[in-house]
């Protein structure tokens, strides 16, 4: 087991209050959240149950520094944007520790992943800033003007965000609003705030201006929730359950703010016969149990071609066989807790309803769990039918759902069967098959080959009911840009 690092321990240990206008102060509420380690069960720490009277603290200072923010010098921005990646760079223990005594995760994992692709966000988007143009434009009926666009940021930005990726979706959102001259004030998780809270100093330590940045802890309905209303909040960029997305939709149309919504996802995971089968039952099996299942895009709904079903199957129940439950912070650890007994308990659920539908359990229902912390055993079902509540809603947990296909048609017809549009893989060497997946299957992202990857040049999105709006690459930008179109009369 690693020791927690000295200014993890005291950062932890020490009173969090609410950061507004670059200071930590105190809450106008007097509620506390209390911070849970999901593998031994103890209060780490508690954090402020923030209230509308702090998001209004929160937007006036967000408010207050916008002007000055979006007149700054875009080489100073982008400094900024730059320096705060290095410096994530440089504590990568530190933010990976506590990802993962909050979060559940492994170590390894936020190392891997979390850490270097929430750094990595910042420095593409810091060359961002000094890159955003308008255009000239001719006016095709021979008018004697001049018309240009200027692209402008947005305002004042809220960003609420979920507990499966605690800092890095706090780059999500900073990076792109940031680089374009907005303001922010971030919501973080109620689970999971404490990698947020560090941010916050080290976004303090670095530079940016007080206001720039605000991050007000608290629960969805009482902090979250007068967030999304705000009449002084111009955008609202949105991470979380699908059903969540619409209450924000609702809150967002009091003042027609812009929205951006990263939803559920129900995705697919298509294995031909012809495919590569080491790689496609290694990428099958991150596809559907990296971070303890609890991701949005997770290729859940695994789809074999009935000649190799039977032996892929066989194989992916050997693999979740080798899966290590232990604590995050244990380097031997290859799949943590889940965030919370919430959660647990939701996932565990969701499997009581798989065998209560008449599917079936495939890997070993008496794997031992740890004496302690929000485990689930990692589940391998097969006879699933289209119909059962476990292949239509999201599980967030180490949930794989086996079905077979015949034909290529009957696998995009199976693939396409969800309300969700988030994401989705395909397994096969046969390269004209490949590409008429690709076109086939709805859905914002369609790895082939290969399941997850992700890089802040590279946009990401739901369709259908997983969400609207791009995160990621350039196309995140236009989001928290407006396009104003300037006349001049040359006569
Ligand atoms: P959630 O959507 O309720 O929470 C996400 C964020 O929204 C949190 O910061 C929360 O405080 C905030 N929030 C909740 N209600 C709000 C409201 N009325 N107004 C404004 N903000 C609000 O998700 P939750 O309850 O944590 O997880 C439930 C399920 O949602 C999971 O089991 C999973 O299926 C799904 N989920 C999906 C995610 C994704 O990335 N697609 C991320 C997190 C959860
Ligand atoms: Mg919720």
């Known amino acids: 087991m690693v020791k927690l690092l000295d200014p993890v321990a005291s950062f932890v240990n020490r009173e969090h209050g609410v950061f507004i206008g670059g200071e ?35 937007v006036a200072a967000a408010t207050q520094a916008l002007p000055a923010w979006r007149k700054m010098p875009t080489a100073t921005r982008a400094e900024l944007l730059w320096r705060l990646g290095a410096r994530i760079e440089e504590l990568a223990d530190e933010f990976a520790q506590l990802d993962a005594l909050d979060n559940g995760k492994p170590v390894s994992e936020a190392l891997a992943v979390d850490v270097p692709l929430s750094a990595g966000l910042y420095k593409y988007y810091a060359g961002w800033a000094s890159k955003l143009e308008g255009r000239t434009i001719t006016p095709q009926g021979g008018a004697s003007m001049h018309v240009y666009t200027r692209r402008e ?16 979706m706090c780059g999500y959102k900073l990076g792109p609003a940031l680089a374009t001259g907005n303001t922010v004030v971030l919501k973080p ?29 608290g629960y969805g309905p009482t902090a979250g929730a007068p967030l999304a209303a ?45 495919a590569d089968l080491d790689a496609a039952l290694e990428g099958t099996f991150g596809a559907v149990f990296f ?22 199957t066989a194989r992916l129940v050997d693999r979740v066989g080798q899966v290590r439950l232990g604590s995050g912070l244990d380097p031997e650890t290859t799949m943590g807790p889940l965030v919370s007994e919430e959660q647990q308990e939701r ?14 359990i495939a890997s070993d229902p008496d794997t031992p769990l740890p004496g302690q912390g929000s485990f689930v055993r990692p589940t391998v079902f097969t006879d699933v039918k289209p119909d059962m509540r ?49 076109a086939g299957i709805h859905a914002g992202t369609v790895y082939v080959n290969t399941y997850g990857y992700f890089d802040p040049a590279v946009s990401f999105g739901g369709f259908k009911m997983s969400g609207f709006g791009k995160e990621l690459g350039e196309e995140a930008l236009d989001s928290y840009l407006q396009t104003k179109t300037v006349w001049v009369n040359l006569d």
């Open 347 to 360: 996932v565990n659920s969701m499997i009581r309803s798989g065998i209560d539908e008449g599917a079936t």
């Open 291 to 312: 971070n303890q299942g609890q991701c949005c895009i997770a290729g859940a709904r695994v789809y074999v071609e009935d000649s190799i079903a039977d032996e892929f």
């Open 153 to 168: 940021s947005v305002g004042v930005v809220g960003a609420i965000i979920p507990w499966n990726f605690p800092l890095l």
């Open 189 to 217: 998780a109620e689970q999971t705030p404490l990698s947020a809270l560090r941010l916050a100093e080290v976004i303090n330590e670095v530079g940016f201006p007080p206001g720039v940045v605000n991050i007000v802890t």
């Open 390 to 438: 476990i292949m239509r809603e999201e599980i967030f947990g180490p949930v794989a759902m086996v079905a077979r296909f015949k034909t290529e048609e009957e696998a995009v017809i199976l693939a396409n069967d969800t309300s969700y549009g988030l994401c989705s893989g395909v397994w096969t060497k046969d390269i004209a098959r490949a590409h008429r997946m690709a």
């Open 230 to 274: 705000h009449p002084g909040v111009d955008k609202i960029t949105f991470t979380g359950e699908t059903s969540t997305g619409q209450k924000i939709m609702q809150a967002a149309q009091g003042n027609m703010k812009k929205v951006t919504l990263e939803l559920g996802g129900k995705s697919p995971s298509v294995v031909f016969a012809d």
């Open 24 to 58: 930590f102060v105190d809450s106008r509420g007097a509620d506390r959240i209390p911070v849970t380690d999901p593998y031994s069960g103890q209060v780490l720490t508690t954090v402020p149950s923030g209230v509308s009277a702090d998001i209004d603290a929160a």
